[in-house]
């Protein structure tokens, strides 16, 4: 099947990039390219006129085809750089769709790569993150994996459990007493290396979403404290309003920040107190749904609040005419802006930690979990090895992990699985 999309945004556009794959790509263009001069051997790239179905031309375009399996999808491909107006878009489209092809979906130019085997699964994802990453440390981390980091990663953790396996396998009818010397030692430190680096991964995994997807931080405390003035402070506006009474903000304001290369949501809330006033008790409601979803709370001179599973940090506000009677994390004035560097570095360190990024490998969701389930087995393959239990349940536990690893990267796997993976693609990628 051949099949059509625009790979370039909606939209007027200098230039704009229509996509064709498919075994009849490159004859299907020859139905609307003046004298078309590409062919099936040969990949190329040329200047040419579009015709419209009366036979005026309507485009000039930059054409260039490729064949499969040399092309990003594995088949033959052409990418039609036409001149940006919409118009112009949907009538290649429309032409193309006239000569046998069908609308692309999303993702489906890569699902097609990865079908074909010119990309694995996390490297299919790599391809997601590169797009969406909200900063460039989440794109370079996307690229890493593009390059194959993660797939080089998780075959040389397999090809230890592999080697576990094997050797047990190899001794299971053998008596206890027979078994080679140091097998069983040695089968816990590879376990217990193998844990160490899917740990690490998690870790790593957990830190470095933000810089992919950002992080939402939330200012929340008391009336009046100074976080309308702290947010305009950090988003460099007087976007919210600052006033000396009680209860001024009631919605929840937002503003995209960045904060040393890390895209950071940040959000003003409503004063927290009992409020007879109903608007205002929405707004307070609001807050605490905003603080529970936070991936950090910034709490503003009160340090009777606290949040149980979200990361806070408790900040004295005004220090330019009081000081605090209880120890704070870090004592600021919004208005002065005195103590707001600090700030900022205290909330990129809760968020990231000191750490280095370069290491991440994990870039989605679904491979995390899948390390995840890998590690819980191979948890429990220490434990039965601890336990001295049977050889046979061990082996269970590493073969189990060993699936969960492959998952990352299988060249061939179930279709819920790459619904999932190829969704978050856009129509043309
Ligand atoms: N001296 C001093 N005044 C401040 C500081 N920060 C805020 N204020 C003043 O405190 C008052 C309240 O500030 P807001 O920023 O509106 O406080 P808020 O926490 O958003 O208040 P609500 O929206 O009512 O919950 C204003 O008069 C501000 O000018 C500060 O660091 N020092
Ligand atoms: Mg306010």
């Known amino acids: ?20 794959s498919g075994k009849g790509a490159i004859k299907n263009i020859s139905t609307f390219v003046k004298d078309s001069p590409f062919d099936e051997k040969t990949p190329l790239s040329r200047v040419c006129f579009l015709v419209d179905r009366d036979g005026e031309v309507f485009d000039e375009a930059v054409i260039t085809s490729y064949v499969g399996p040399n092309s990003y999808t594995g088949e033959n491909l052409v990418e039609i750089s036409c001149h940006g107006n919409p118009k112009i878009i949907s009538r290649i489209i429309d032409l193309s769709v006239d000569a046998g092809s069908r609308l692309a979906e999303a993702g489906e130019f ?128 007087n976007q919210s309003i600052v006033t000396s009474v009680e209860g001024t903000t009631r919605d929840v304001i937002e503003k995209n920040i960045n904060i040393s290369g890390l895209p950071i949501l940040l959000k003003d809330t409503a004063g927290i107190r009992d409020s007879g006033d109903d608007v205002e008790k929405i707004g307070v409601e609001r807050s605490f749904v905003e603080a529970k979803d936070a991936d950090l709370v910034v709490i503003l001179n009160d340090k009777g609040l606290s949040f149980g599973d979200t990361k806070h940090i408790h900040v004295f506000n005004k220090s330019d ?61 220490r434990m039965l090895l601890l336990a001295g239990d049977s050889i046979e349940l061990l082996i269970e536990d590493i073969n189990k992990s060993i699936s969960y690893l492959d998952s990352i990267t299988e060249k061939t796997t179930k279709d819920d699985v790459l619904d999932v993976v190829f969704s978050s693609f856009c129509v043309g990628k």
Request: proline share 3%; glycine share 8%; hydrophobic share 35%.
């Open 1 to 20: 099947m051949t099949i059509v999309a625009c790979s370039t945004p909606p939209g007027v556009s200098g230039i704009a990039v229509v996509r064709i």
């Open 110 to 237: 890569t699902k097609t790569a990865f079908l074909n085997g010119k990309l694995d699964l996390s490297e299919a994802e790599s391809v997601a993150s590169i797009i969406h990453s909200l900063s460039l440390t989440g794109v370079k981390a996307g690229v890493k994996n593009l390059k194959g980091g993660l797939s080089k990663e998780i075959h040389s953790i397999k090809s230890s459990l592999i080697s576990i396996v094997a050797n047990l396998e190899f001794n299971l009818d053998i008596s206890e007493e027979d078994l080679q010397p140091n097998l069983l030692k040695q089968s816990g430190e590879t376990i217990l290396r193998v844990s160490k680096k899917l740990n690490d991964c998690i870790r790593c995994f957990e830190e470095t979403k933000m810089f992919q997807s950002g992080a939402s931080v939330v200012i929340l405390g008391p009336p009046n404290a100074g976080k309308s003035t702290l947010f305009n402070r950090l988003v460099n506006k």
């Open 321 to 381: 005419i009081k000081t605090p009677d209880e120890k704070y994390d870090i004592s600021i004035s919004a208005k002065t802006g005195d103590g707001i560097k600090k700030l900022k570095e205290t909330v990129y360190n809760s968020l990231i930690g000191s750490k280095i990024q370069t290491d991440t490998l994990i870039i989605s969701k679904r491979q995390c979990n899948a390390i995840k389930g890998a590690l819980k087995h191979i948890k429990e393959a």
